[in-house]
């Protein structure tokens, strides 16, 4: 009797022992897992697998998961604080610019009789003051046309040969600031009605036009009488700066 129930217990033993083996032979830290292709992968192997597969971690070539976008710019610049440089000013001036030259409307033209002037009963010469009465600096440039005004309209201009003299420059005119070019006609001789020496009869305008390049036409009287001249031929000085005599 002692020795069925000592072979009794030896057979639970066993399969006590068989039982603790197949456990521990199904547990992650064991010695191996069946892949399924037969083979054996290590249980290093195992247990970077199943760390991979844990919940949460990211898949090799996936994004993860949350609001990080892998493939867009970086935000961070859009916290850094504005640059303190200062801007240019748009209303600043160009470097190197220059003012513009003066239009018609920024001209006020009169004319005078010269004190220098060729002997004679005619107008012989006459200066033509031009004044900035705009309130931004401007440039005069050249040699002006004239014509005189027929009955003292423009419409019945009659253009004069003009001989320019002298070599034009720029002339910066400030606000207020004047300019000057001197007209010297064919002069008229003799008394009452005079004579050109031409043989020409001579012509009285009332106005003539003045015009500047760049600048329009101004149409002027003198401030003592009309212009009188022979052969509607006139020699002009450039724009200057200097008031002629």
Not at 74 to 99: I, M, Q, V, Y
Request: proline share 9%.
């Amino acid at each position: 009797m002692r020795y069925v129930n000592g072979m009794r217990g030896s057979a639970v033993a066993v399969v006590v022992a068989s039982a603790t083996l197949a456990v521990a032979g199904c547990q992650p830290g064991g010695g191996g897992a069946e892949t399924g292709d037969g083979g054996v992968t290590p249980s290093g192997a195992v247990s970077s697998a199943a760390s991979s597969s844990t919940p949460g971690a990211p898949k090799p070539g996936s994004p993860a998961s949350g609001s990080y976008t892998p493939s867009g710019p970086s935000t961070h610049s859009a916290s850094r604080p504005a640059s303190s440089a200062p801007t240019p000013s748009l209303s600043a001036p160009a470097p190197g610019g220059s003012a513009a030259t003066c239009s018609a409307g920024s001209l006020k033209a009169t004319a005078r009789q010269a004190v220098v002037r060729p002997a004679g009963t005619g107008t012989g010469a006459a200066v033509v003051e031009f004044t900035n009465v705009s309130g931004r600096t401007c440039f005069l440039k050249g040699h002006p046309t004239v014509a005189g005004a027929g009955n003292g309209s423009p419409e019945m201009n009659v253009p004069l040969t003009v001989k320019p003299t002298g070599t034009a420059a720029s002339v910066k005119v400030a606000p207020g600031g004047k300019a000057w070019v001197k007209l010297t006609f064919v002069q008229v001789q003799g008394e009452a009605d005079g004579y050109c020496v031409s043989g020409s009869a001579p012509v009285v305008y009332p106005t003539m036009v003045i015009r500047l390049p760049g600048s329009g036409a101004h149409q002027v009287a003198l401030d003592d009488g009309q212009f009188a001249e022979c052969d509607d031929t006139v020699t002009v000085t450039a724009v200057s700066a200097v008031r002629p005599s």
